[in-house]
Nanobody, 123 residues
Framework: VQLQASGGGLVQAGGSLRLSCEASGRTFSSYNMGWFRQAPGKEREFVAAISWTGGRMNYADSVKGRFTISRDNAKNTGYLQMNSLNSEDTAIYYC?????????????????WGQGTLVTVSS
């Protein structure tokens, strides 16, 4: 499956952005989907994941209550709604798809990756 992330940009602290992850190729609805991010000089970290049905979600503690992951399998698209953004959310955001298993926070659990979209939060 090929993934294309979009929606990043520059936003002021306290603002919101919605990222999208459009899938093509294999059946997107068969895959769990995750969002990760990587800030300059830091390792890639887990943000959120959603099951293939959309019925289960998992969030990193740092984004709980602020970010919401969702998906629309009819549109082959996943989303990450980000509210109350702060400077620590500045990073390149990647979407990823996992063929099976739990809603893992480990990058190695994901089989396919998008190219990333940059989110910059100004204070």
């Amino acid at each position: 499956v090929q993934l294309q992330a979009s929606g990043g940009g520059l936003v002021q602290a306290g603002g919101s952005l919605r990222l999208s992850c459009e899938a093509s190729g294999r059946t997107f609805s068969s895959y769990n989907m995750g969002w990760f991010r990587q800030a300059p000089g830091k390792e890639r970290e887990f943000v959120a994941a959603i099951s293939w049905t959309g019925g289960r979600m998992n969030y990193a503690d740092s984004v709980k209550g602020r970010f919401t992951i969702s998906r629309d399998n009819a549109k082959n698209t996943g989303y990450l709604q980000m509210n109350s953004l702060n400077s620590e959310d500045t990073a390149i955001y990647y979407c990823a798809a996992a063929a099976a298993g739990s809603l893992s926070g480990f990058p190695t659990s994901y089989n396919y990756w998008g190219q990333g979209t940059l989110v910059t939060v100004s204070s």
